[in-house]
């Protein structure tokens, strides 16, 4: 079960849970069940929080700050890719200029489907 305890030392969402995934092919990779965790540099959702994607439902299981330089391939994979180099090169191809800085904290949205 979730912990909420924690949830009161996160700081405010920056942003809505209907903005955490919008990409089409980031969409299609959840859909596949290929992506099922999304970094993002705000806080765009709360644990327990319901996204929908397509008519589908998936509930965000944990929210948690990390650096970039802590990026593992095991994390590339639940972003849908199979390196933190290839999850890199995406990154940047979609922030053109955006710099990679191993000190840099994302905040990492982990979420599964939600039993209906």
Known sequence: MTNNEG?????????????LVTMEDDVNKVLEGKKTATRRNGRYADVGEIMELNGKKFVV???????????TDEDARREGFETVEEYKQSILSYHPGIPWLPQMRVWVHEFSPANE
Do not use: A, F, M
Request: hydrophobic share 20%.
């Open 7 to 19: 949830q009161n030392t996160l700081p405010p969402k920056t942003c809505e849970i209907d903005r």
């Open 61 to 71: 299981d944990n929210v948690y700050s990390q650096s970039l330089g802590e990026l």
